[in-house]
């Protein structure tokens, strides 16, 4: 599999699990949650109809992601004359598992919009349910499972059980999200208290399921600790645990207030809702990362490649940041082609990325500084802080590939089809807009408050997409401690969009300690680069 088809198969899976968690965890939502059986109201009415919609939209993002999923696979197990062998591809177990999935989703979809006109029709619901199971087991004939040649059928189960417990979960969250939108007379807030008693049970069995799931799959792909540190698996589980664990923090929260409201009645408070907004955000993220696991060799089968816990830790132990950098001229005359995904690298280009690394990590800690002075009353200057990330942004377009265009023979549209070329310029484009649209919201440019939004979103969205960045893997056990630091900063930038996110919601003083996360964070992602290191 060539890196650009990998690393588009990585956003397709993502893709597709989120379609299947707002699919499938809708149809559990709605039979568990908002019971359509109950007695009719206007609020139970519309949330109905939207959980049906959203379970329609969820089917054809599934069918539609493993469609180009399909079709990517023969592009990538292509032979050197260009042949497909498409015959042979689509007689696997993999293909035909691929296309009974997508048969699925368009199916959930069309009973879904059938659904929709009699919302009433038990039988309805029980064909959706069971379409819904149907999506569920697929998942084992799609995972690491079915290539085990031990304890296959033990891992399928513990595949179907994982994914459907974190569908149910993350998909209930991000159709709550949906019904706390319809909210609008007080006297609906009886029905609103009663769907987040409901609800949260339900994610804390789905939530300690998928935990429990989790661990026990970790015992047939993870063989040791060295396999959970010293391998891209390992560490992306880790990552995973992590980005959980930070969801849990925002479950625990509403699951105080859900009891409270249990027990008291009354409404529901505001800030449950924006909690749950961000933690349909980490839960998304979750899923993203979920889906950088199929791309990556199990650690149980990396041997030879793994990196030991002492090569790992010295790549976080802190160092005087090496300021210096190889001329271009020099890296030009001993690196390969840029085309050339499995040259192996050379010292001049560790050198040159170590450079760029520390320049960023230098722009980001002071920005992050900044933002924490910007909270005293004498630093209101401070707030023009988001402007160094266009000296940013300038810095990492001239230097993020130096074989590539304005510095190096590669033209600019050749090389937009190599996935780390294209990833850096993604990741230019996402700091100029967090420049202008942070610096504007701040300065009082842009004084609608959605503008504000924009940042968060950015900044949660580009530390996700961290997660799936890979370079290429000639040697794997020196791109893997190349990489090992991308998992922590792009968590870190997940945390501090969503502690940003949850700043703007919550009114003061509530809104201190995660606008301190986040500042916080940004110091730490600057801290990680300033101590970078390849060599």
């Known amino acids: ?235 992306m589980i880790l990552t995973k645990v992590v980005v959980l664990a930070g969801a849990l923090v925002l479950a625990w929260l509403n699951l105080l207030v859900a009891r409270r409201v249990r027990r008291r009645g009354g409404a529901v408070p505001p800030s449950l809702w924006w909690f749950v907004e961000a933690e349909v955000g980490l839960g998304v993220t979750l899923l993203l990362a979920a889906a950088a696991l199929t791309s990556l060799p199990v650690a149980a089968d990396v041997r030879e490649d793994r990196g030991t816990l002492a090569e790992v830790g010295a790549r976080f132990v802190p160092k005087v940041p090496a300021f210096s950098t190889p001329r271009i001229e020099d890296l030009l005359a001993t690196a390969a082609p840029i085309t050339d995904a499995l040259a192996e690298r050379k010292r001049q280009e560790y050198q040159w990325s170590e450079f760029n690394h520390h320049v960023a990590g230098l722009f980001v800690f002071v920005m992050g500084l900044l933002a924490i002075v910007e909270g005293f009353r004498w630093a209101r200057w401070a707030r023009h802080w988001p402007l160094l990330f266009l000296g940013l942004a300038a810095f990492l377009f001239v230097r993020n590939d130096p074989r590539a265009w304005p510095l190096g023979p590669a033209g600019f549209w050749e090389t937009m089809r190599l996935p780390d070329v294209l990833q850096h310029r993604l990741a230019v484009a996402l700091i100029v807009a967090l420049a202008l649209f942070e610096w504007a919201v701040r300065a009082g440019r842009l004084r609608a408050r959605g503008w504000a939004y924009v940042f968060p979103l950015l900044c949660a969205a580009g530390g996700a997409l961290l997660l799936t960045h890979s370079h290429a893997l000639f040697n794997l056990k020196a791109e893997f401690l190349t990489e090992v630091t991308h998992s922590p900063l792009g968590v870190l930038g997940v945390f501090a969009g969503w502690a940003r996110w949850l700043e703007l919601r919550l009114p003061a003083p509530d809104n201190r300690k995660p606008g301190r996360v986040w500042a916080v964070a940004f110091v730490l992602v600057g801290a990680l680069l300033l101590f970078y290191r390849e060599g």
Not at 26 to 35: C, Q
Not at 63 to 79: F, H, R
Not at 100 to 123: F, M, N
């Open 1 to 235: 599999m060539t890196t650009l088809t990998g690393f588009l198969n990585v956003i397709l899976q993502g893709l597709g699990l989120a379609g299947l968690a707002t699919a499938v965890g809708g149809v559990a939502y709605a039979l568990l949650v908002l019971r359509p059986f109950d007695a009719p109201s206007r609020l139970r009415s519309l949330a109905v109809g939207r959980c049906l919609t959203l379970v329609a939209a969820g089917g054809l993002v599934l069918a539609a992601a493993q469609a180009l999923i399909l079709g990517l696979q023969p592009l990538a197990l292509a032979d050197e004359t260009g042949a497909l062998r498409l015959r042979a591809f689509f007689s696997t177990a993999f293909a035909q598992a691929g296309l009974a999935r997508i048969a699925l989703g368009i199916t959930l979809a069309v009973a879904a919009l059938l659904l929709r006109r009699k919302p009433g029709a038990r039988a309805g619901w029980w064909v959706m349910g069971a379409i819904a199971l149907f999506i569920g087991a697929n998942s084992a004939w799609l995972s690491h499972a079915m290539g085990r040649l031990e304890n296959r059928s033990i891992l399928m189960a513990l595949e179907v059980f994982h994914q459907v417990a974190a569908a149910v979960w993350v998909g209930g969250l991000i159709h709550l999200v949906a019904f706390s939108l319809l909210r609008r007379e007080p006297a609906e807030e009886a029905v609103a208290s009663a769907v987040v008693a409901r609800f949260s049970p339900l994610a804390l069995a789905c939530v300690g399921g998928l935990a429990a799931a989790g661990v026990a799959l970790s015992f047939f792909y993870v063989d040791s600790f060295e396999g959970l540190f010293g391998t891209g698996y390992g560490v």
